[in-house]
């Protein structure tokens, strides 16, 4: 039932530059979210872009959502040494009512100062 | 703060004991769950809970028991612990069963099963 996976699985960067990961999923979704884990703690809710969004902001975070391509990209701007962490996509659950989330796997982004 | 509480934070249990993983939330939520986090594999859902009383499972339940008698409370119980059950457990709640809220996460349990 897992719908989203990441790309890239990894990304290092210098502090100061922008990070791009994406987003891609099978089935059509009412909406997609991105969080953030530092190491060894609980996830983070970073946005919700629903289906009828095409871009949404939220300070360094643009996230953008294509439904025609089923893909999403989060994109973090003038990275800090605080951003390193990974970062998941969710997606409501193939042929799940309610609130039903599937993540996944994730994209592990490393800022170097 | 408000938010999710998870406890204990570490446990290391023999196989075959059983035990029950605390989690707490005092935002009012309705939906609560339970997801598992292995190396490789995401965060795959155990259990999951519209409203007090009503439990359902995910995708990996077994060797897993809910229970919701208040809105605030959801433990799992691990029945009879095995090897493969080391992982690190989170507990997530939401605003609606509805759908289209974000998830608040515990910290996490890390467990471990020798």
């Known amino acids: 039932s897992q719908q989203g996976e990441e790309d890239p699985q990894a990304l290092s960067i210098q502090e100061g530059e922008n990070a791009t990961m994406n987003c891609s999923y099978k089935t059509s979704i009412n909406n997609l979210q991105w969080y953030r884990q530092n190491s060894g703690r609980g996830l983070v809710h970073l946005i919700l872009?629903?289906?009828?969004?095409r871009e949404k902001h939220s300070g360094r975070l643009r996230v953008t959502l294509d439904t025609s391509k089923k893909s999403s990209s989060l994109l973090i701007t003038a990275s800090r040494a605080a951003d390193t962490a990974s970062y998941f996509c969710a997606t409501p659950m193939i042929k799940a009512a309610g609130n039903k989330l599937t993540f996944g796997g994730g994209t592990r982004v490393l800022v170097k100062p | 703060n408000a938010g999710v509480t998870q406890t204990p934070k570490f446990q290391v249990l023999k196989t075959g004991q059983s035990m029950t993983l605390q989690c707490a939330q005092d935002m009012n939520h309705e939906y609560m769950s339970w997801y598992r986090q292995d190396p490789g594999m995401g965060l795959r859902l155990i259990h999951y809970s519209v409203g007090a009383g009503i439990t359902d499972q995910g995708e990996v339940p077994n060797g897993y028991n809910v229970s919701r008698s208040t809105t605030e409370d959801f433990p799992l119980r691990l029945l009879s612990a095995a090897p493969s059950q080391t992982s690190v457990y989170f507990c997530?709640?939401?605003?609606?069963?509805?759908?289209?809220?974000?998830?608040?996460f515990g910290s996490g349990t890390r467990l471990t099963v020798v």
């Open positions: 872009i629903r289906s009828n969004e």
């Open positions: 997530a709640s939401s605003y609606s069963r509805q759908g289209g809220y974000g998830y608040t």
